[in-house]
């Protein structure tokens, strides 16, 4: 048996992460100074995008895209079922109506030939905020997608919170927004690397940049050609309600010290996502995600759907026999139409989703982290397939 609990998710935290948070908290600035700046520049650089913005995480990252997009009440959200909720909240909270679009198994990314069929229905008012999601690493199709959009004034915001690293099919970065406004990652401790918490909005679009930034604090303008009145040595101008969503120097610190080893996360991500496809390929009752592109995909997780019933077993078991082992896992995503919020607003829909409600019932993440080895992924599976009765 395994000495160590093997957790889904890990971060990774050196001599050289914690030496360079310590520096900055003994700075003369903690919050607000120039390592927040340095962090973006660095960060915009790595995407090959024009601009990126810091966020205290990426829940208010999304939902400072959806502010500095200006999306109201007469738009309508297009997105995956499955992903976390703020994908969907951030655009609900600023008054968006949500529309689902059904997965694809292979990926679980976005069906685009049913997106296709929603984007074809006909509106009255509003526009279509469209928010794919790069799932588990995988990137979508985005020149596919984009040629499917007909409204001259559409939204794309991607959610690429697990896509860090990742590229799409002809070799851009995500995050280089080539098919889109914007694009939101996630440095929370589960993923590729971190800051604790914090999120980054990467764009191409000079207005979009300014607008995150005022979003970004509270709405206020300090820039003096943009404001109303002749300024002051005081003076600032409220241009609209926002938040504070404010990113921290030691954070940054962190996230800088990260991006030196930013490369060497990806790399063994894709070495362990190997070695788990290595030994679970073409084994019975489980399917694996296809992706063609596996050496240009950032993994944040790696999922196994698994028919548990052709197993004589259920999901709960499995998971509960792999934590006696010393092994965690979870579940990614319940789909968002099932949780009781979305019941209320959009009804019982579930019927609608053949291909989600099928993938939810059989996915299974296993850990997936820099500092897992080899010989511990062989333990994984090794104790996995005991238990589905497969060894």
Known sequence: MNDDFLPYAR?????????????????????RGPLVEEFEMAFANYCDAKFAVAFSNASTALLACCQAAEVNQFDRLITTPNTFVSTAGAAIHCGATPVFVDIKRDTGNLNLEHLAY??????????SIIMPVHFSGIAVDMAKLDSLITEPDAVVIEDAAHAIGSHYSDGQKVGSCAWSQMTVFSFHPAKTMTTGEGGMVTTNDSELYHRLK??????????HRRLERDPMPWYYEVKFLSNNFNFTEFQAALGISQMNRLNEFIEKRRQLVKAYRQRLSGRQSIRLFTDEHDSVTGFHLFVVQIDFQACKTTREKVMLALRDKNIGSQVHYIPLYQHPYFEKTCGKISEFFPETEKYYSEALSLPLYYDLSIDQVDYIVRQLLKVLKLY
Do not use: K, Y
């Not at 971060?11 to 919050?31: G, H, M, P």
């Open 118 to 127: 929603t984007l074809e229905r006909p509106r009255s008012q509003g526009r």
């Open 11 to 31: 971060q990774s935290i050196n001599a050289d992460d914690t030496a360079a948070v310590a520096a900055a908290l003994n700075s003369e600035f903690i919050t």
């Open 214 to 223: 005022l979003v970004r604090n509270n709405g206020i303008e300090r820039e």
